[in-house]
Structures are given as C-alpha cells and as structure tokens.
C-alpha cells in the first residue's frame, strides 16, 4: 500500500468547521439520550423488576442495557448503507429521530407494580430502538467529521466525537447531580424523577434533528457518487466482504478500547458505590469529574497522533490498559474517600484516552468513501456488542459470583488481544484512504 503525502497547509473553510460542530453537537445529543439510562439506573430499576437485593436490580438493568447494544451491528449495517448510497446528512438525521422514539417511549412507560411483565418487556424495546439508532449514529458521524477535516488536523478533528460523546454523558450525570441536590428527595426520583430526564432527552433529539437540518454533505461523498462507485451497485455487505481484512482490523482494534471505555464510563459508578463504598452523590460526583477531566484530553492526544502518527497512540493505550489495569482497579477497590478514587479513575483516563481520541478516524482512513460508513460503523458495532456492552453486565456477573477481581483480569486479557493487532497494523496516517482518494481528484 503506498503511502499518501497529503498537504500540511490547507485551511478548512467556515462552513466546513460549522458544519463539524454541528455534527458534533448532534453526536452529543444522541449519546446523552442513550447514556441516561445508565446514570438513572439506580434510581428506575425498582420500578421495572421485582423487589430483590440491589445489585440483582442492576443486574437486570445492566441485562437491558447490554442486549441494546446487540442492536448496534444492524444500526451499523442499515444506516451505514443508507449514509453510503444516499448520504451522510440523510443518515445523521434519521438515526436522532429514532432515538426520539426510544426516550419517549422510556419516559411514558408504567412500572411493573402498574402493568407487570410489560414494563420490562417495554423497557428493552425501547432500549432496542436506541441501540439501532446509535449504531448507525457512530459510523456515520465518524465518517462525516473525518471527510470534513483537513488532513493536517484529521486527529484533532476526530476527537471531537469522543468529546462530544463524553459530553453526552456528562450531561446524564449533570441531571442527575441537579435532581440530586437541588429539586427532589431520593424517594421522589425512586417514583417519578428519573422519567425526567428521558423527556428532557427526547426533546434534546428534537433540537439535534433541526440543527442537522441544513448539514452540507461531504465532497468525498460527492465524488464517489459522481462516479458512481462500484461498491455502491453492489451493495454494503457484499461490499465489505472484500474489505475483510480492514472490516477485521476494525473488530481488532475497538474490542480492547470499547471495554475499558465502558469500564470507566458507565461500570465505573456501580463499582464506586457498590464495591469502594461511596454514597450515591459521591459516586456521581467522583464520576462527573473523571468524564469532564477524560474531554479535556481527548484533543490533546488527537493533536499528537497528527504529529507522530496513529499507531504510537494507539501502543500506548494497549500497553498501559494491559499492565495497569488490574493494580489501578485493585487499588481504586480499596479507596479511602471520594478524593483518591477521583484520582484513580482519572489514571484510568489517561490509560484509556488514547484510543478514544483517534480510534474514529482510524477506522475512516482504512476504507474507501463508497463504503466508509459502513465499513466504520458495523465491524465496529460488532465488536462494542460483544466487549463494550457486555462490561458492566460481565463485571456484575464476577462482583455477584464472590470473584470481582476476576473482571480485571478479563478486562487486561481483552485490551492485550487489541495490543497485539497495533503491533501488526500499518499507520493509517501514512496509508490514509482519505488522503489517496484527495490525491487522485488532484490528478
């Protein structure tokens, strides 16, 4: 594969920034929508499974959860296909409406107490639904901001989807802080709070749905149009089957990182309440914390693999994950206050940011534009299926099995199998797809 040799002085024009932004913001939107469900789980899991100890509630909760995530490789595929032949905008705007849909049903369903097995079987619909539309919000979304960015600043640039992401969750997690401490007791958002903050999510979705309204389609979607590409005829899966070995490398590269995300995203408050021991507000606030330190990096190591590269970045992450995370969460289990597990989790971030910075644009330089939605989006929904997911339900699992221990074991196994693809991986900044298919429109 020969090397691109893109330019290092072009400028991105104001609309093409704007329009970045936008889809940025939109991303924010559709992860608050979804991630509102972890952060309010403590609160709702009564309403919808029977009386039990607590961690059986989230057990069930976290089942829900992860089966949602089993939606993600269909998202992935429909939406990659409708982002690939009929464009990226149509795709964004009709993955947030859906997720529209999921919130309001969520919000509007009785408790079990009201309409028994229902509840819960309407639960994971919902849930379902949400799971289809991020599916197809990741790819195409990765795809839209790398074709948008400059070449210089495509790291940079893509970093902003985990900032935004994060940012999603932050927004739950500043919900919940506000229901907490300022407008209801804990028995009034055991009853009826927690329906807060999904209408609050399904109006949001509304907002995202008009700002992606007049989003400017991408040029490399364009071209490939134009030239009626030949992947296109043939259809996504087709398609991809002869893009194997990157749809692979893709599947390789997230399993490792999408389980230490939802390590320290959406497990990691569970863990500080049930197992360090921390009160409900300590775990939320010891949580916002690490979310709101975790995007402030995530520029900065986009930024450096613009300089030195993706895969140094990338070995980085793989090898830290491997050997700290078992003594970083053994040590985290037997935190003496908020304060140093607040510094603990932090370490976690510094660990885990460097995948999350640059894995989007990763994947979005290994494919062609005929294909690139979704040959980002459904090998990467495969593997957060199947690792990402399943993390808090996995890590649940050991904690009510007497061996919590056992999860951290899993977990550094899992990040070193990822390890192992960045040392056989080629640079993608080097071999960039993006910068090729530039190249040849210059030709």
């Known amino acids: 594969m020969t090397e691109a040799q893109p330019a290092t002085t072009e400028k991105i024009d104001p609309a093409r920034l704007k329009s970045i932004i936008v889809g940025s913001l939109g991303n924010l939107v559709e992860y608050y ?19 039990s100890d607590e961690t059986a509630q989230m057990l069930s909760s976290a089942g829900i959860f992860a089966l949602g995530f089993f939606m993600r490789p269909i998202g992935g595929w429909l939406f990659g296909l409708i982002g690939d032949r009929y464009g990226r905008r149509r795709s964004l ?22 309409i028994g097995v229902l509840a819960p079987a309407a639960l994971m619909f919902a849930r379902l639904i949400q799971g289809l539309s991020l599916g197809g919000e990741y790819g195409a979304s990765a795809t839209y901001v790398a074709e948008m960015g400059e070449s210089s600043r495509r790291g ?16 739950a997690l500043a919900v919940l802080l506000v229901l907490q401490n300022l407008l209801l007791t804990p028995e009034e958002l055991r009853s009826f709070g927690w329906r807060i903050p999904f209408v609050i999510g399904a109006g ?40 194997k070995r990157e749809a692979a490398i893709v599947v390789g590269l997230t399993m490792g990182g999408t389980l230490a995300f939802y390590l320290w995203t959406i497990y990691i408050q569970k863990f500080l309440k049930l197992t360090v021991g921390l009160s409900d507000k300590e775990s939320t606030w010891v949580s916002a914390g690490a979310l709101v330190f975790a995007l402030c990096i995530q520029p900065l190591y986009g930024a450096l693999s613009d300089r030195i590269g993706r895969r140094p970045v990338l070995l980085a992450f793989g090898v830290m ?106 640079d993608t900044k080097k071999t960039s797809m993006l910068d090729r298919e530039a190249m040849a429109e210059l030709e």
């Open 321 to 426: 994950g491997t050997l700290g995370t078992v003594p970083l969460l053994s040590t985290l289990q037997h935190a003496h206050g908020p304060w140093q597990a607040f510094f603990l989790v932090a370490l976690g971030w510094i660990m885990t940011a460097p995948y999350t910075s640059i894995n989007a644009v990763v994947k979005a330089e290994l494919f062609p534009a005929a294909l690139r939605a979704t040959g980002v989006g459904l090998p990467y929904a495969v593997a957060v299926s199947f690792f990402g997911g399943t993390a808090e339900y996995v890590a649940l699992w050991f904690k009510s099995q007497g061996v919590e221990s056992g999860f951290y074991y899993y977990a550094s196994a899992v990040i070193c199998c990822s390890l192992l693809v960045y040392f056989f991986v080629p």
């Open 204 to 243: 949001l979705a509304l907002f995202a749905l008009w700002m992606r309204r007049d989003l400017e389609e991408t040029p490399a979607f364009k071209s490939a149009k134009a030239q009626g590409a030949q992947e296109r005829a043939q259809g996504g899966l087709r398609a991809l089957w002869r893009h």
């Open 156 to 171: 940079f640039y893509s970093s902003f989807l985990y900032v935004t992401l994060i940012g999603g969750q932050l927004g």
């Open 33 to 51: 929508d979804f991630y509102v469900y972890a952060a309010f789980s403590l609160y709702f899991a009564p309403s919808f499974f029977p009386k």
């Open 93 to 114: 705007m009709l993955s947030v409406l859906m997720m529209c849909g999921g919130s309001l049903l969520i919000a509007a369903t009785p408790t079990y107490a009201e």
